[in-house]
């Protein structure tokens, strides 16, 4: 085996990635403490949850928007977010066994990264499907909820503030099965930090046959 160190990630995208986070997990918990007060209090009271919900809401609707403009400018972001037909039909069954199983036999991943390439089709897919469904729904129906009055004859068209708040709480419980997901996958690197520290510092090791 021969190791390769490459650069996955620009300086911007780290950023994005831990702003992005950060905040995914203030709004998780704060959520939490919102609908279920009993559960999660450690951000006081439910006024000051609200803020700190709120805040985070808006923090990440940023830096949403700094993402997309970061990746349309560059011209990356259909080559990297949106998986071909390939993608989908072959690479994503194959990546799925190598996460369920092949990973346990010791056999080598069927994709490595490049700078080129950094995603495989399973992260292709799940990240399309996130970014470009899942979060703007979130931001949408987030920001309604912040201000029912004003946005309340746009609710009235999708059913009702209750059905929006429900759309809410649905994005909610899906990132919150992301999140794990994620985490855990993040570890099967050729070590468990790789992943990681590539997302830290932007490099990664990349182990070829030869």
């Known amino acids: 085996m021969t190791k390769e160190r490459i650069f996955l990630h620009p300086l911007p995208v780290r950023i994005w990635h831990w702003i992005h986070a950060i905040g995914i997990v203030l709004l998780v918990l704060t959520g939490i403490q919102l609908h279920v007060p009993g559960v999660i209090s450690v951000f006081g009271s439910f006024k000051?949850?609200?803020a700190i919900h709120n805040f985070c809401g808006f923090l990440v609707l940023g830096d949403y928007c700094l993402w997309l403009g970061y990746y349309v400018i560059t011209g990356k972001l259909i080559k990297l977010y949106v998986p071909p037909k390939t993608d989908i039909t072959k690479?994503?069954?194959q990546q799925?066994?190598?996460y369920l199983y092949k990973y346990f036999k010791g056999e080598e991943p069927?994709?490595?990264p490049c700078a080129d390439e950094k995603f495989n089709s399973l992260q292709k897919c799940a990240y399309c499907f996130i970014m470009f469904v899942l979060v703007p729904l979130q931001i949408a129906t987030g920001v309604m909820l912040y201000n029912i009055r004003f946005f309340k004859p746009v609710?009235?068209?999708?059913?009702?503030?209750q059905v929006v708040d429900a759309v809410h709480l649905i994005t909610s419980y899906c990132f919150v099965s992301f999140l794990?997901?994620?985490l855990y996958l993040c570890t099967l690197g050729h070590t468990f930090w790789a992943h990681f520290k590539a997302m830290i510092f932007g490099y990664e090791e990349v182990h070829t046959p030869g």
């Open 48 to 50: 000051t949850a609200v």
């Open 91 to 93: 690479g994503l069954p």
């Open 96 to 98: 799925a066994a190598f």
């Open 110 to 112: 069927p994709f490595q």
């Open 155 to 161: 609710m009235d068209v999708f059913g009702g503030v």
């Open 180 to 182: 794990f997901v994620h």
